[in-house]
C-alpha cells in the first residue's frame, strides 16, 4: 500500500519539524524553496506494509495580483492529485486570517483533509478542546489529529490516520 500526502499551513506552524520526525533525517529543509514545480517528491516514509510519499505542493499565499491569484488556483488544483491533506497548525487560541485563508481554499478540495493542531506541548487540555471545538465548526476537515512534532506526541495515531486514506 502506498499513497501520496501534502503537508500544508503558515509559516512556522512546524511542517518542516513534523516532517523530520516522522522521517527521522533532517531532510524537510528542502520545502523551503521557491514554488516553481508541482508535487515534488519531499521525502518519503517507508513501513513493513506502506509508503507515504511526502509532496512539496505550492503553498496557498494572500494572492496580491492576477498572478497570485493564479498561484492560489494551482496550489488548489495540486491538492486534488494527493490522497490526503495535513493542513498543520499550531497552539494559536484563534483562527487567524492566514489560516481562515487556507480554510476557504480547502473548501474547493476533494481530497480528505486532517488538520493536524501541533505544538500541543504549550497548551492545557481545555485550550486544545476549545481549539478543536472552533475549528470542527468549520466543517472541512474530515479528521482532527493533535500532535506535538518537536516532543514526537501523538505522531503514530497521525500516521495510522494517514494510512487510511492511501
Ligand atoms: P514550518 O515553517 O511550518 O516548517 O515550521 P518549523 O518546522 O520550521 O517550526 C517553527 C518553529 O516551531 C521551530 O522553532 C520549531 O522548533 C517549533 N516547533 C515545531 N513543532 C513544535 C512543537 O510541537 N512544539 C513546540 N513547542 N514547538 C514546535
Ligand atoms: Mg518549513
Do not use: C, W
Amino acid at each position: 500500500k502506498s499513497g501520496f500526502a501534502s503537508i500544508i499551513g503558515r509559516p512556522n506552524v512546524g511542517k518542516s519539524t513534523l516532517m523530520n520526525k516522522i522521517i527521522g533525517q533532517k531532510i524537510a529543509i528542502m520545502s523551503d524553496k521557491p514554488q516553481t514545480t508541482r508535487n515534488k517528491i519531499q521525502s518519503v516514509y517507508t513501513d513493513k506494509d506502506f509508503q507515504i510519499v511526502f509532496l512539496d505542493t505550492p503553498g496557498i499565499h494572500k494572492p496580491k495580483n492576477k498572478l497570485g491569484e493564479y498561484m492560489v488556483k494551482v496550489a488548489t488544483d495540486t491538492l486534488n492529485e494527493v490522497d490526503v491533506v495535513l493542513f498543520v497548525v499550531d497552539d494559536s487560541k484563534d483562527i487567524g486570517p492566514g489560516d481562515r485563508r487556507i480554510i476557504e481554499s480547502l473548501r474547493k478540495v476533494k481530497t480528505p483533509v486532517v488538520l493536524v493542531i501541533n505544538k500541543i506541548d504549550k497548551i492545557s487540555k481545555e485550550e486544545l478542546i476549545t481549539l478543536i471545538e472552533k475549528y470542527s465548526k468549520e466543517e472541512v476537515f474530515d479528521e482532527i489529529v493533535p500532535i506535538s512534532a518537536l516532543k514526537e506526541g501523538n505522531l503514530n495515531s497521525l500516521i495510522n490516520v494517514i494510512k487510511k486514506y492511501l
